[in-house]
């Protein structure tokens, strides 16, 4: 938060948004650091100031995501408002898991953007439509 001050000589609080951008590929791809650099340069062309940026580049059955866990920590311990993603798939190709870490970025007040499909629809392509009120 930053103090501006105005016209008339008093002090107001600015307030940036605070954003983590994740990505994550299913194997290591020279696409995975361009990736990241777009989510990052999308939330700073938004106006969010970025607090963090993960990756992860993993099978698809391994358990471990580092980048991932930094992430949900941050959420947990409420040091971001905002998360930049390509699609929803990429915080977990499983449902339930998905569920979870959508419950918990409502219960943090933390919003998602996805930027290359449409929230709405990657909702409802993941059958999870209802979990966000």
Known sequence: MKQNVNA???TTDLYYP???AYAREA???PALPQQLADLCAAA???GYCLVGQSCDSTRRNMIRRPGRGALLHAV???QVDDVFVVRLS???SKRNRLRHILALFQRKNVR???TEIDLRYDLYRHGLDGVLL
């Open 27 to 29: 194997k290591d791809t």
């Open 112 to 114: 998602i953007h996805t």
């Open 8 to 10: 008339a000589g008093s």
């Open 44 to 46: 700073r062309l938004e």
């Open 90 to 92: 990429q915080l977990s």
């Open 18 to 20: 605070r954003a983590w």
């Open 76 to 78: 947990r311990n409420g």
